[in-house]
């Protein structure tokens, strides 16, 4: 199967104007506060309205943030909403992606994009049938740190990436999660969890993958919940937990790639980029900043130079004053603008179903111990440099 590389049309706008594209949210969870919060440091974009398969959460958000609640049926007829915001569980994500597209909108979905090919490639059909946008998170590899490392490997500075290697590892989410269950459930472990966010900053770096082995397993049945409400409920465990696997690049480069929730510590790096002239060492792809360091023939590791990019400037406090960039949404509103000047987005379709073929392709090779090929490609995202990335922001207040 080959895959040829869609930029759909520009769609008509909402009522809004030319210059914004209204949102409505599709589910309330956890991850609604972070795109209710950060979506007004942006251009071309405004949350409108907001549902919930439960009305009271939709209720409870709405009046937080002065927007409407919705039923889903009712945030989908609304012709005031440009795109839908898919924040719904990943077993959901499909549905609530394909009845927007029905529907007319654009959608925005949070990760994964879909839980299988086949589902993905219907979206993929659709979108293209009605000139309509597929996005998808996660963007955090428009973060300053991830895109100067971008810039860096785009002007040679290590010579041809050849090899490099990615660790997130941890014990789950049950420590901290009011609801882990899904975490835990077809759809959800670390692969597809936090794969995500890895994968797509490498498909950024150095572009898509050829094939991939893995080996995988699931060391406990169970995991007892340690937080509040649920503190001691027992849930099951019915995914691979524990996911090491190699991928196999297009460009001939060979990666390593660790994701587990049966590691209590580690000390393996975050992602490591290896090339013909030197060495990367990136930060964590989930954020959108912190340090970059680089090494040359010498083999001597230095602080990369400062780039002043804006998605790399500290914007929230976390835990014990620990300072972060947190510009989630800049993929959303990336692809509104996108929406209105008529060029691709950069987390397109493309690059998410790609994504979603690795993923799905690391667990199958867990399951029988093989090499398993890629039908799917896509092209690198353009790259995002500091002028472009300030042109998605609103002028400081």
Known sequence: MTTTVLHPAPSPLSEAGSDRLRLGIVGCGNISLTYLTLAPLFRGIEVVACADLNPVVAQARADSFGIKAHSVDDLLADPAIDIVVNLTI??????VSRAALMAGKHVYSEK??????????????LAAERGLRVGCAPDTF??????????????GKIGDVVAGGAAVMSHGMEHWHPNPDFFFLPGGGPMLDLGPYYLSNLINMIGPVRRVAALANAPSPTRTITSEPRNGEVIPVRTPTNIH???????????TISTSWDV????????????SEGS??????????GAVEQAGRGGAIQPSAVWDHPFGVPNQTHGEGRQLANYRTAGLADMAAAIIDGRPHRCSLDLALHGIEVMTAILASGETGLFVAMETSC?????????EAQALLLPAA
């Open 379 to 387: 092209e690198r995202p353009e790259a995002l440099g500091p002028a």
């Open 245 to 255: 696997a190699l991928l196999d690049f297009a460009n001939g480069a060979t990666f």
């Open 280 to 289: 990367l060492f990136l930060p964590d792809p989930n954020f959108f900043g």
């Open 90 to 95: 990943p077993d959901a994500h499909f549905a």
């Open 264 to 275: 209590w510590a580690h000390k393996r790096a975050h992602m490591e980029l290896y090339g």
């Open 112 to 125: 994964p994009l879909v839980l299988s090919m086949a589902e993905g490639l219907e979206l993929r059909t």
């Open 142 to 155: 428009l973060g300053g740190s991830h895109q100067y490392a971008r810039h860096l490997i785009d002007e």
